[in-house]
């Protein structure tokens, strides 16, 4: 069984940083397409950023780039989501994904809108993030 959980969530204030833990479990971990995704109250979920786990090429959002970083830990199953300059729009419920598709990767089309909902199948039960003004 797939789990993937998630960690390291919590309240800042405007300008500070967090990092966000993902620990997968379950299926095939060292070539996948994983993801991190994030919904605010009465919003749609959005992809933030996603990595292939076998190069370790990233694709991100452009409403995040330059300030939030994804990586991974091959070892520990680990994949990280490195949030710095935070502000208060960044407030939301962030998701960690991965693609059902064994060995998927991530698409080029991901860089700019970010990752697509549609092509994760596998959620974590989220973390949430609070950022004051």
């Known amino acids: 069984q797939v789990q993937l959980v998630e960690s390291g969530g919590g309240s800042v204030q405007a300008g500070g940083s967090l990092r966000l833990s993902c620990a997968a479990s379950g299926y095939t971990y060292s070539s996948n397409c994983m993801g991190w995704f994030r919904q605010a109250p009465g919003k749609e979920r959005e992809g933030v950023a996603a990595i292939y786990t076998a190069g370790g090429s990233t694709y991100y959002a452009d409403s995040v780039k330059g300030r939030f970083t994804i990586s991974q830990d091959n070892a520990k199953n680990t994949v990280y989501l490195q949030m710095n300059s935070l502000k208060p729009e960044d407030t939301a419920m962030y998701y960690c994904?991965?693609?059902?598709?064994?060995?998927?990767?991530?698409?080029?089309?991901?860089?700019?809108?970010?990752?697509?909902?549609?092509?994760?199948?596998?959620w974590g039960q989220g973390t949430q993030v609070t950022v004051s003004s």
């Open positions: 994904a991965a693609r059902k598709v064994a060995w998927a990767y991530c698409s080029s089309s991901y860089s700019g809108p970010g990752p697509k909902v549609a092509d994760f199948g596998y």
